[in-house]
């Protein structure tokens, strides 16, 4: 392989300079996702239900130099969701990637799901979701930046794929 072509695997995953949001950053994916992010130099903005999980995932961040910080929020609460971004913003300086970790699922059987936690789950997992998406694409495209989105909630990717994409269009109409 040319030189000129050799792939340098430590500048591909290199993230320095850059801030990310974590969503449901308290536990699971969301906290291994917040300290991988902060091993590749990233600054992470640790977002959950759950203030004591996410100070601690925060503290770990900051334990590995980087810049961090803990926010508490409920992902079925759009004001919620407004305030968190605004938050994260203030807090960091700056948003480049949304990593979207928080929720979960239910397994109650379909045939006796109560409404009530059908209704909380899509609050919490779409339109939760879609609010910070929609939050952080604002954001960026204010300042001129381009939004990085990651889901980990697999249904939800294609449908907010075509959603910003048709809106980024329209923006640039
Ligand atoms: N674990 C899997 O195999 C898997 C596979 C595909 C998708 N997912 C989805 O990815 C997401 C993360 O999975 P995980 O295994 O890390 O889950 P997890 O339960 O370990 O972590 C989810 C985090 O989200 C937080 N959270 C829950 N409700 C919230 C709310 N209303 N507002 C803010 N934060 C909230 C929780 O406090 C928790 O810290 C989940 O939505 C899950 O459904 C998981």
Known sequence: ????????????FDLSGRVALVTGAGAGFGEAISLAFAEYGCDVVCADINLEAVKGTSAKVAAKGQRSAAIQFDLGKPEDVEG???????????????????GGLQHDPSESLPLETWNRVIDVNLRGTFLCCQSQADTCWRREKAALL?????????????????TAQVREA
């Open 1 to 12: 392989m040319s030189a000129a072509i050799e792939p340098s695997f430590s500048k591909l």
């Open 84 to 102: 968190m971004v605004d938050a994260a913003v203030k807090a960091l300086g700056s948003l480049d990637i949304l990593v979207n970790c928080g």
């Open 150 to 166: 990651i889901f980990l909630l697999s249904p939800v990717p294609p449908v907010f794929h075509v959603a910003f994409l048709l």
